[in-house]
């Protein structure tokens, strides 16, 4: 069964850094799913942070754009996110997402806590 699991989150100042990782568990899902992480707070829906589609190309949220980067690492089935500039309302559980037509997997999610 494919896993997707992510790690790195945790507490951090704002103006801070954190990078996220996403372990896909399937070589083949890996290689031929688009990637993104997505992320939640309690009581609002869960939001696209960046998608990274099968070529490779990618789309930021504006909110993030210009501090988060995603990297892709063939090698080892990894998707990460490093967040540089870190603000409190960068606060949320951070979700990996590997999909392709029907199939749809999800992290655990890992939580963002951004203090002022």
Do not use: H, I
């Not at 997707?4 to 890996?30: D, M, Y």
């Not at 990274?52 to 690492?73: I, L, P, Q």
């Not at 967040?83 to 979700?95: C, F, G, I, Q, R």
Request: proline share 2%; hydrophobic share 30%.
């Amino acid at each position: 069964q494919v896993q997707v699991v992510e790690s790195g989150g945790g507490l951090v100042q704002a103006g801070g850094s954190l990078r996220l990782s996403c372990a896909v568990t399937s070589q083949f899902v890996f290689d031929t799913n688009a990637m993104g992480w997505y992320r939640q707070v309690p009581g609002k829906q869960r939001d696209l942070v960046v998608v990274m589609s099968r070529d490779g190309s990618t789309n930021y949220a504006d909110s993030v754009k210009g501090r988060f980067t995603v990297s892709r690492d063939n090698a080892k089935n990894t998707f990460d996110l490093q967040m540089n500039s870190l603000k409190p309302e960068d606060t949320a559980v951070y979700y990996c997402r590997s999909w392709y037509g029907s199939r749809d997997y999800w992290g655990q999610g890992t939580q963002v806590t951004v203090s002022s």
